[in-house]
């Protein structure tokens, strides 16, 4: 029977062996099989050697560099292998024991470790004691990888098509924690690698050596004050996970040894929130044989979210049985509902904030045009009445008012009183100075008068116009006919 691992197996409580300790970290390793020396070649040029003994080929448990940022681009992604699996933090409590069945099973293991130096010394010490086979140890290929930045991830999870992440204490190595955090990091990663599936094991036991006392809730207070940011609840690693394309599986359970009764018992897979609260906990062996019988079949498991627990009186089930009975969590589909009812909301409120701008529109138009209706009515009806064009009858109308009163005889009156009026006022009246100085010493003349040819219609009665009392001679003399040829107007012209 091939051994298994116990609860305090290969955790490293000392450094790394100093042979494999390098203070710079870009070298390139070349190994040869087991009888040959093996060389290794620094920046510096200074060759020295590495004594595995009698140890089968382990090129697949070294890698050739730890600078994991070249060699795999986003744009153009790896063909995934469906019989590769990333175990993020494998050197952890539960990820050691998960990449250990998953080499077992088949599966090809990309090791996601945070110190490459104790994970070429966790291989060394695997193979020797015959934890791992030599097939196994070629299929375990240990890369660079910390929960810091989801890029990075992504790029060590390569052409894995699985990825799983475990939850707990101990989980990044021997004794640090993977928060809810560093999970979302392994998330996004396997967002941006492609992976098909990611399972996730959540341990909700209590924290590791809590004596709960008030030094201890002294130092979380400082730990959570002073940390960069809070780790996210449950719910809202749930949340996060929901918002991505991928297949997931969230396993909710309780660890603990693999020494203690419960590893003993049979596990029970129960639906979100029916588990008790005083249930059998579960060892972390089990917790990682039921992940690897996952992976085996994701199908039963996809998108599920259950809880995990041990029972001394449970039969044994396949991972089928355990899953079939597990309904679908409903967040995603709440989610995508959520999606399409915003999206309906903002079209609805654009096609509202449209059709509103368009009633505003035209009742300004409106308003335009009753206004100028308005402007319209209320001009004056003798300029709408001057626009008109006036009929024959009116102008024959008119016409015959005008003869009604017209006389001949007032009118040529009318014309001789004003003719005598202007001759008054214009007595001895020259009209340049020079014509005034040239007049001063003219002798006196009489003036002579010509009398006007009498009109037919003048009155019998006329009166002599008064003479002036200088007169200057006639130069031309200019007649022309007025008011239709009724009267002749004679102008006379005078030399100054």
Known sequence: MAPTL????????????????????RFIVSAKKSGQNQETTTNSGNPFNFDFGKLPDVTSLIPASTNTSSGLSFGRQRAKDPGTVFVAGATGQAGIRIAQLLLREGYSVRAGVSDLGAAQELARLAVSYKVISNDESKRLNAVASSFQDAESIAKAIGNASKVV????????????EVTTTDAVQVIEAAQLAGVGHVAIVYDESSPVGSTYNVLDGITSFFNNLFSKSQPLTIAEFLQKIVETDLSYTLIKTRLTDDFSPESSYKIVVSAEGSADADAYKVGKSQIAKLVVDVFSN????????VEVFADPSAPPK?????????????RRKAYAEALEKSKAEEEARGVAEASKRQEQEAKKLEKKEAKAAATIAKEPEEKASSLSVPSVESLLDKAKDFSTGFSFEKLSSQLKSAVEKANEESDAQVATVRGQAKAKNLPAQKAVVKTPPRKPFASKTKKE?????????VASTEKRKIFGGLFQQETIYVDD
Request: avoid cysteine; aromatic fraction near 4%; charge should be negative.
């Open 6 to 25: 116990t609860s305090n197996s290969f955790l490293l409580s000392t450094t790394p062996h100093p042979r494999l300790s390098f203070k710079n970290p």
């Open 165 to 176: 992440v475990t939850i707990s204490k101990g989980e990044d190595g021997p004794a640090t």
């Open 298 to 305: 994701t199908a039963v498991a996809e998108n599920k979210v």
């Open 318 to 330: 396949t991972v089928d049985e355990l899953f079939s009975v597990i309904p679908e969590d409903g």
């Open 465 to 473: 116009a008064p003479k002036p009392a200088k007169q200057t001679e």
